[in-house]
Nanobody, 130 residues
Framework: VQLQASGGGLVQTGGSLRLSCLAS????????IGWFRQAPGKEREAVSC????????YYEGSAKGRFSISSDNAKNTVYLQMNSLEPEDTAVYYC????????????????????????WGQGTQVTVSS
């Protein structure tokens, strides 16, 4: 499994960015893809995740209402559209994957959480200036 995140950059407060995660080595419909972030000195936190089979999407924390996750199964790619960015969104953003069947994905999403991810890509830096 290989995950390649891209699209990060420097943006001003209130701006937008779209991150992309290209997944390879998987049957996309069998996997969920998630976005996580880690700011300096803080723990990694979930941002959003999506099922590759039916497109069910989940959002955590401050991502709700500002970020939108989508997938293009033909391209094995998941996007994270981030709007109304704030300095607090500054972090390294990682995409991750989990094979849904037999994992804790179902228990997590039943509680509205993104969990069970065990394949990780490299991060992409997002910096929001004030």
């Amino acid at each position: 499994v290989q995950l390649q995140a891209s699209g990060g950059g420097l943006v001003q407060t209130g701006g937008s960015l779209r991150l992309s995660c290209l997944a390879s080595g998987i049957t996309f419909d069998d996997y969920a893809i998630g976005w996580f972030r880690q700011a300096p000195g803080k723990e990694r936190e979930a941002v959003s995740c999506i099922s590759g089979s039916d497109g069910s999407a989940y959002y955590e924390g401050s991502a709700k209402g500002r970020f939108s996750i989508s997938s293009d199964n033909a391209k094995n790619t998941v996007y994270l559209q981030m709007n109304s960015l704030e300095p607090e969104d500054t972090a390294v953003y990682y995409c991750a994957a989990v094979q849904m069947y037999g994992s804790s994905w179902w228990r997590s999403t039943a509680r509205g959480l993104c969990g069970g991810f065990d394949y990780w890509g490299q991060g992409t830096q997002v910096t929001v200036s004030s």
